[in-house]
C-alpha cells in the first residue's frame, strides 16, 4: 500500500537560515507525484511545489526545492532564507498510483520559524 | 489569487440540520473535484471523489448518505451533511486538479470550511 511519512512533528529554525523537512514516501508503482503544501493558521491549503517520479531534475519553486532521492524514496523539502510568514503546518502528499489525482497525505510538520 | 473557492467559509448550526458547501474552480474546468476532512491537529483525510455527470466516489467508512456529493457543473461540486450532529464538526476543505497539458502536477485546495454543529 502506498504510505507517505512525515517524522518530524515540530521542527524549529531561525530566520534567514535554511530548514529541511522530511519526507518518505512508499509505493510500487513506478509512475507517481510528490506534493508540497503549507497551511497556515487560517486553514487554506496552499501549494508550494511537485516533483515527478520522472523528472530528471530536483524541483525549485523559489525559496522551496525538493531534494528528490528516488532510490531512498524521500522528498524532503528545503525552505531557504526561511521567513516569520514561513511559520506554519507542511504536509508531504503523493498522488495515489493508476489514473487517478488522489492524494495521500503525511501526518505534517509544524514549522516555527523564531527572529 | 485563489483559483478554488469554498463557501461558507464558517457555519454553525444546530443538531439535525443540514449544511451545504460550495466548492468551485474559478478559472478552469474540473471534472473531478475532492473532498477532505481535516480534524485539529491530523492531516487530512480523503472523503470522497466528485464527479460530474456521475455519481461519486466514496471512501471506506464514509457514509454516502450523511454525506452527499453534488457535481453539478464542471466548475461547482457541492458537499451536503445531511441531519449534522456535534460530531460532525471538522474542517472540511475541496480540491479540484489542474492538469497542463498531460501534465497533472498541480492540484488546488480551496480555503475551506469551519462547521461547528451544537
Known amino acids: 500500500a502506498q504510505k507517505i511519512t512525515q517524522t518530524q512533528p515540530g521542527m524549529f529554525v531561525q530566520e534567514k537560515e535554511a530548514v529541511t523537512l522530511d519526507c518518505t514516501y512508499d509505493?510500487?508503482?513506478?509512475?507517481?507525484?510528490l506534493f508540497w503544501y503549507k497551511q497556515p493558521s487560517s486553514g487554506e491549503m496552499i501549494f508550494l511545489i511537485y516533483?515527478?517520479?520522472?523528472?530528471?531534475q530536483n524541483a525549485t519553486e523559489g525559496r522551496y526545492s525538493l531534494n528528490f532521492q528516488k532510490a531512498r524514496k524521500s522528498a524532503n523539502l528545503v525552505i531557504s532564507a526561511s521567513q516569520l510568514g514561513d511559520s506554519a503546518m507542511y504536509f508531504c502528499?503523493?498522488?495515489?498510483?493508476?489514473?487517478?489525482?488522489?492524494?495521500?497525505f503525511g501526518t505534517g510538520t509544524r514549522l516555527q520559524v523564531f527572529p | 489569487g485563489a483559483v478554488v473557492s469554498q463557501h461558507p467559509s464558517r457555519v454553525i448550526c444546530k443538531s439535525g440540520t443540514s449544511v451545504k458547501i460550495e466548492c468551485r474552480s474559478l478559472?478552469?474546468?474540473?471534472?473531478?473535484m475532492f473532498w477532505y476532512r481535516q480534524f485539529p491537529k491530523q492531516s487530512l483525510m480523503l472523503m470522497a471523489t466528485?464527479?460530474?455527470?456521475?455519481?461519486?466516489?466514496?471512501e471506506q467508512g464514509v457514509e454516502k448518505d450523511k454525506f452527499l456529493i453534488n457535481h453539478a457543473s464542471l466548475t461547482l461540486s457541492t458537499l451536503t451533511v445531511t441531519s449534522a450532529h456535534p460530531e460532525d464538526s471538522s474542517f472540511y476543505i475541496c480540491?479540484?486538479?489542474?492538469?497542463?497539458?498531460?501534465?497533472?502536477?498541480?492540484?488546488?485546495f480551496g480555503p475551506g470550511t469551519r462547521l461547528l454543529v451544537l
Open positions: 480540491s479540484a486538479p489542474r492538469t497542463r497539458g498531460y501534465s497533472r502536477e498541480t492540484q488546488y
Open positions: 509505493t510500487s508503482d513506478p509512475s507517481y507525484g
Open positions: 516533483q515527478g517520479s520522472y523528472d530528471q
Open positions: 502528499a503523493m498522488r495515489e498510483a493508476g489514473n487517478t489525482d488522489k492524494l495521500i
Open positions: 478559472d478552469f474546468q474540473a471534472t473531478t
Open positions: 466528485s464527479n460530474e455527470g456521475s455519481k461519486a466516489t466514496y
